[in-house]
């Protein structure tokens, strides 16, 4: 049996009146809802209707706030990088192999050290995990910043950006299950689909902002469709962020409880996998979102190919492509986080639904009209699997188990290089229209498939 020890009640004095007390308080009420499906054991929902939506009432919470302008500077950074890391080593080697080679090599280490960063959730003090790992990523991205305005990357030094992608997929695996079990700490349970909602929210925007800002630093520093210039801009711009993020962060105070005992990192780790595999509310949740991620996702990494060899539009394009993305993104968080808690596992299979179909148009595409309006929908279908995946877990998991669960849940990061590398095989060998848009069948059989054979999951509030 752990032992816990609260943290000074003066850390969260600091909170906006109107935070009521921490959900890690709330949540002893709700332990045992999972066993039963939960829907018995929760407050009733609210009624939908224009007069009681708020959609933005997390953001009165101060602590939120803080933590939302961390959010922002870390999500700036890593959606330019998405955008920027993918086309820099596709203009180094031409070849959509390497691309599956990126992602392996920032996907693998969070597959693995996700389980572990969910261990340090809950053993060490939140703030001090996400101020550690949001340095050591601003570090990184300063080293190819430097290498790129040295001209030491070149076709023979691509593998400096996999090393990178190495150490970044460490950082991401040790720090993302503190940075998403955070938001239980600093709000109520009843603003949980709220906070998460606008927390998409606010990573959608950046994938509308960020990559655009990306395309267009690198054309007011001479370059476009051919060469490396003003890919150094992009990363020094990067590297702010990063330090804004670690600002936001030192600015905020501690949150939660800390465990002082246990079983040891793998005992604990055990432990988180068996209560996944035999509560079943949370392993439905996350069988379907793994599924929609290992199936949907691998298309952002090979974006470079479509806008390349495909649409023809080069990195000011791809640059528009993620921004239309983003802009359907928004749209699905601000509506998730107007709605009550209401029919959520039925809205999460539809969305994965709506990404199978919508990515099966833009990968058959070769107009741009039509990969724009396709992918507005991939955006919107997205959002919806984000949000909800992570703000069903949140509400229905046993509050000891969080910071584990959300492991797993982050784990889907690093399932993604499955689907990218395969997909990149199936690319260089098929053509990337029929690898992309063969995973989004396979996703859309998927989909229905679990509708009609997983009434639960249907059924989830």
Not at 437 to 451: D, E, H, K, P, S
Request: glycine share 10%; aromatic share 10%; hydrophobic share 50%.
């Amino acid at each position: 049996m752990s032992e816990e020890k609260n943290l000074p009640e003066g850390d969260l004095n600091n909170r906006d009146s109107v935070v009521n007390e921490p959900s890690s308080q709330i949540n002893n009420n709700f332990t045992n809802s999972s066993a039963t499906g939960g829907a018995s054991s929760f407050p009733p929902a609210q009624k939908l209707s224009l007069k009681n939506l708020q959609t933005f009432s997390s953001l009165k919470n101060g602590v939120f706030r803080l933590y939302y302008g961390a959010m922002l500077g870390q999500m700036a950074a890593m959606n330019m990088q998405m955008m920027i890391r993918s086309l820099l080593i596709y203009r180094l080697t031409d070849s959509a192999l390497h691309l599956g080679y990126l992602a392996l090599a920032q996907s693998l280490p969070m597959l693995v050290f996700s389980l572990f960063g969910g261990v340090i959730a809950e053993r060490i003090q939140k703030k001090y995990v996400l101020l550690v790992g949001q340095a050591a990523s601003g570090i990184l991205t300063l080293i190819v910043a430097i290498c790129l305005t040295y001209g030491w990357m070149t076709s023979q030094t691509w593998w400096i950006l996999i090393l990178a992608s190495l150490g970044q997929g460490i950082i991401m695996g040790l720090m993302m299950p503190a940075r998403q079990a955070m938001i239980a700490d600093i709000v109520r349970r009843d603003q949980l689909m709220n906070a998460v909602a606008l927390n998409t929210f606010g990573m959608n925007g950046l994938r509308l902002t960020a990559p655009a800002l990306s395309g267009f630093l690198i054309y007011f520093f001479g370059g476009d469709k051919e060469g490396l210039v003003g890919f150094d801009a992009v990363y020094y711009f990067m590297t702010a962020m990063y330090l804004v993020a670690v600002i936001f962060v030192l600015l905020m105070p501690h949150t939660g409880v800390v465990s002082l005992k246990g079983k040891g990192a793998l005992g604990d780790i055990v432990a988180g996998i068996k209560y996944a595999r035999y509560e079943p509310i949370i392993r439905i949740i996350l069988v379907i979102t793994f599924l929609t991620v290992l199936l949907s996702m691998p298309y952002m990494f090979l974006l470079p190919v479509f806008t390349e060899d495909v649409l023809d539009v080069g990195a000011s394009g791809l640059g528009v492509l993620i921004s239309i993305s983003g802009i359907g993104a928004m749209l699905g968080s601000l509506v998730l986080a107007s709605l009550p808690d209401k029919h959520r596992g039925h809205i999460l299979l539809i969305g994965s639904l709506v990404s199978g179909i919508s990515l099966t148009g833009f990968a058959f595409s070769t107009v741009w009209i039509g990969a724009v309006i396709f992918i507005f929908f991939v955006g919107l279908g997205q959002t919806v699997r984000m949000t909800l995946g992570n703000a069903l877990l949140q509400y229905y998991v046993q509050e000891e188990f969080r910071g584990r669960i959300m492991a797993l849940y982050m784990m889907e990061f690093g399932l993604t290089s499955f689907g990218v590398f395969g997909a990149s095989l199936l690319a260089d060998m098929i053509g990337v229209e029929w690898s992309i848009g063969g995973m989004a069948i396979a996703l859309i059989i998927a989909t229905i498939i679990v509708y009609f054979v997983s009434p639960r999951m249907r059924q989830l509030q």
